[in-house]
């Protein structure tokens, strides 16, 4: 299972910083992403790390001024997001699967086996 939180309300402009706990029983190593859905439109990809935490990967919806962070592979992950925007407002979604490599991304929704319950993070002009 994974919790996330972190959502809010927040001006343009401002930051905010969701975690993803894993809990219960979990592979040992996980590759983990953020996702994010806004009304309307299709889930996407928004930033994305390896099990040790070595690689990142990041859409250019969260690149320049989101941050995605773990401390090990089964440590919270974390995604700080800078000089938030309005086009930001969605829900947020974390998401791992099981993995024996140190270093693979996962980039679609679909290589990834479990969810988190979703986080909302609302911008205002």
């Known amino acids: 299972q994974l919790q996330a939180s972190g959502g809010g309300t927040v001006q343009t402009g401002g930051s905010l ?11 040992p190593t996980l590759g983990m992403a953020w996702f994010r859905q806004a009304p309307g439109k299709e889930r996407e990809l928004v930033a994305a790390i390896s099990s040790t ?16 962070s773990r401390d090990n592979a089964l440590k919270p992950v974390y995604l700080q997001m ?17 993995t024996l490599s140190s ?10 086996t479990s969810w988190g319950q979703g986080t909302e993070v609302t911008v205002s002009s």
């Open 53 to 68: 935490g070595s690689n990142t990967y990041y859409t250019d919806s969260g690149k320049s001024r989101f941050t995605i």
């Open 17 to 27: 910083r969701l975690s993803c706990i894993p809990s219960g029983r979990t592979f």
């Open 82 to 98: 800078n000089n938030l925007k309005p086009e930001d407002t969605a829900v947020y979604y974390c998401a791992a699967r099981p």
């Open 103 to 112: 270093g693979a991304i996962y980039n679609t929704p679909r290589k990834y």
